[in-house]
């Protein structure tokens, strides 16, 4: 395909634009404010206003443009409907012919995970092959599956959603979700600094994260590397939890690989380590040997696997 593609990735704070060409190589890149107020009303209007200027800018016209794929942080379905996007103040309505009537071009949309983990086995992480799952472990535990090259996004986009597995009935807090004993409560970046609070104040030994002027993952994952034994037990215990939980996951798509990202990813390959083992320990034998890789794209993943949405569509693969 030789027309241009657009590729937006809709965030909180920022929303990432990206142009690439039509084989997928990203051409330009940048990044406009997300203005939620009054219910997100602005948001299209200023990404198709900023689209038009980059296209000028880049002299690209109208009739070489693809289409432009987005990314939702929200359920999206199939069709282009989205499921209520709270951060964003949008409630259900059909973002694809929304955006078409500001910007004349066919739109494709998606989740932004499951766009993120699209990006990821398109030109990251898991390049090179079909059937994965994305795991994004920031601030919540994100995912996305992809099986035969495409996004699982269920009936009405929220398939992918790992972090709302439940993984300790036990539990008396609340996820961010309503529920309790989410996975995302231990293996998110929030997840395992509470988890090492609760471990330093229950356990006298000395541990250098007791020298840290706030807890977070990187001071736990640094106190491993160091030979800290209770930060130790903190990574064993998010390793645990999340092994099972991908372990539940695998025993229903098979994938061919994990794909681990988000912030906690930073800490590299002692992060894979501590899930694969006790993944291995408790997955249906037949997915065992599953491949683990770190995310590469970074917070590019998003417009990647946006512009790929696009191009798919247009393919019609």
Not at 169 to 195: F, V
Not at 198 to 226: C, Q
Not at 270 to 287: L, M, P, T, W
């Amino acid at each position: 395909m030789d027309k241009k593609v657009f590729g937006v990735d809709i965030g909180g704070t920022t929303i990432k634009m990206g142009v690439f060409s039509g084989d997928g190589e990203l051409i330009d890149k940048w990044e406009i404010p997300t203005r939620t107020e009054d219910n997100g009303s602005k948001i299209l209007p200023d990404i198709a206003a900023s689209i038009r200027q980059k296209m000028e800018a880049l002299s690209i016209e109208r009739t070489d443009v693809a289409g432009i794929g987005i990314s939702v942080p929200g359920p999206v379905d199939d069709n282009g409907i989205v499921h209520k996007c709270v951060n964003l103040g949008w409630g259900v309505f059909d973002i694809d012919e929304e955006m078409k009537k500001y910007t004349g071009v066919p739109v494709f949309a998606g989740n932004d995970a499951n766009a993120a983990a699209l990006g990821e086995v398109w030109r990251g992480g898991g390049k090179g092959y079909n059937n994965a799952v994305v795991v994004t472990l920031g601030t919540g535990v994100g995912g996305g599956i992809i099986v035969n090259g495409k996004i699982l996004s269920g009936s009405s986009g929220a398939g992918g959603e790992i972090g709302h597995i439940l993984v300790n009935r036990e539990e008396t807090k609340k996820c961010g979700c309503g529920n309790k004993g989410c996975l995302e409560q231990y293996a998110s970046a929030t997840g395992i600094a509470r988890m090492a609070k609760a471990k330093l104040a229950e356990d006298n030994r000395d541990s250098v994260m007791r020298n840290a002027k706030s807890m977070n993952a990187k001071v736990v994952f640094d106190a491993v590397k160091a030979g800290d034994a209770v930060a130790m037990e903190v990574a064993e215990e998010f390793g645990r939890v999340l092994g099972i939980g991908l372990a539940i996951v695998a025993d229903v798509v098979n994938p061919e690989v994990f794909v681990i990202g988000g912030g906690v990813s930073r800490g590299g390959q002692i992060v894979i380590d501590y899930i694969e083992k006790n993944y291995n320990k408790y997955v249906f034998h037949a997915s065992r040997g599953v491949k683990f890789a770190l995310a590469t794209l970074g917070n590019d993943a998003g417009i990647y696997g946006s512009a790929k949405l696009v191009i798919d569509g247009v393919s019609g693969s």
